[in-house]
């Protein structure tokens, strides 16, 4: 149960000092810390010396930026084309109105597609309706006749012997 | 629950549209955090503003490619970071050449206007320069990553989330990172850390002497 306890304390802990690199603890927070510390006093030292460091790290000063920066940049940025999305950017490689201009011709070959598509299924169909209808009308049916005994020379299993000796 | 917008990214939007204005603000606000970036990741001033100045124009140029998927601030130090990363990498093939040889207005370096900033009396200065020095020294030995990490760690306009986005690493991950770096600056640090020098005024953070 204590193991459990001491986990739960350093967690709480390690979420104090992640909290306290970046920024003032809170009263809250510091009475947290004093609990644990009372608890384990050996942890002190750790603490203490990462506080130093943080004390350390605040003292640095900030880097002097010169009072013309804002100016610098804004100078350099109308310098620059200014800034626009692709679609924008497509305007220099077409000529003026050309976004009507591609609505149009795209509708215009979609709707040409779909007529060719259209066309050629109903060419298809009355093709295979002629067909039908030729050998419906044309082709006698006699030369079916015979169909079953042709099929049946294919299923013969023994060889004639006294033929093939014949036929040599 | 309705999420309130990033104000910096309402900025951006309309600095899209053409509102050079609303660039300026943007420009004005992260300028100290980036120019400070740059000034703790390569210890030169000069290097470090137009670096600063390189992220601005490309924060400006990408504006058009620019949605409002992630924090502003995200978006501007991951930019930052491989710029700066990047002019580390050149330094390391280019030793002795300065990034503005490279730039193309090379005569705004020197229009540059500092104000006076804070001053020190005499034996305060030296020990504050000293010390400041020791800490950029430490800092400067540390792997880059590693850098990067401890000096995003001092920005308040990033979340440790945001940093980890920024680093592209896990949050733990990043916390990792930072505390690695930390316990190599205090190891680094140790005598100058514990001369007291650092004992900060009655406001400071936590009144160690009580909570032991």
Not at chain 2, 67 to 94: D, M, Y
Request: net charge negative; with cysteine.
């Amino acid at each position: 149960m204590s193991n459990v306890n001491d986990d739960m304390q350093k967690r709480v802990l390690q979420e104090v000092t992640e909290a306290a690199w970046r920024r003032r603890l809170t009263s809250d927070e510091l009475a947290r810390v004093r609990q644990h510390l009372a608890a384990h006093p050996e942890a002190g030292a750790e603490w203490e010396s990462d506080l130093a460091l943080t004390r350390a790290l605040n003292r640095l000063p900030a880097a002097p930026v010169s009072s013309n920066f804002t100016a610098l940049v804004l100078q350099a940025a109308r310098k620059t084309p200014a800034p626009r999305g692709w679609w924008h950017q497509l305007d220099d490689w077409f000529p003026e109105g050309w976004r009507p201009r591609l609505a149009l011709g795209t509708a215009m070959v979609c709707l040409s597609l779909l007529t060719i598509r259209e066309y050629q299924t109903l060419q298809r169909q009355r093709m295979a309706r002629e067909l039908v209808g030729s050998l419906a009308s044309n082709q006698p049916v006699d030369w079916l006749k015979n169909f079953e005994t042709i099929k049946s020379f294919d299923r013969v299993q023994v060889a004639d012997k006294e033929l093939l000796e014949v036929l040599q | 629950m309705a999420q309130t917008p990033d104000p910096d990214a309402t900025l951006m939007l309309r600095a899209k549209d053409g509102d050079l204005r609303a660039f300026e603000e943007l420009v004005e606000k992260y300028k100290q955090p980036i120019v400070n970036l740059m000034f703790r990741m390569l210890h030169d001033l000069a290097e470090a503003e137009d670096l600063a100045q390189t992220v601005f124009l490309k924060v400006y140029q990408s504006m058009g490619r620019y949605h409002v998927s992630a924090k502003f601030s995200t978006w501007i130090f991951t930019i930052a970071r491989h710029v700066c990363l990047n002019e580390i990498r050149r330094r390391s093939r280019h030793p002795s050449e300065s990034i503005e040889a490279t730039l193309p207005d090379s005569e705004e370096a020197t229009t540059r206007q500092y104000e006076d900033h804070k001053t020190f009396t005499p034996p305060e200065a030296f020990l504050q320069g000293e010390l400041e020095q020791k800490i950029q020294e430490a800092l400067d030995a540390l792997p880059e990553k590693q850098r990067l990490a401890v000096v995003l760690c001092r920005q308040d306009e990033l979340s440790y989330e945001e940093i980890a986005e920024v680093l592209e690493l896990s949050l733990s991950a990043t916390k990792s990172l930072i505390h690695r770096a930390r316990e190599t600056l205090k190891l680094r640090l140790k005598p100058y850390l514990q001369t007291g020098a650092w004992e900060e005024e009655a406001t400071e953070t936590l009144p160690l002497k009580r909570c032991l």
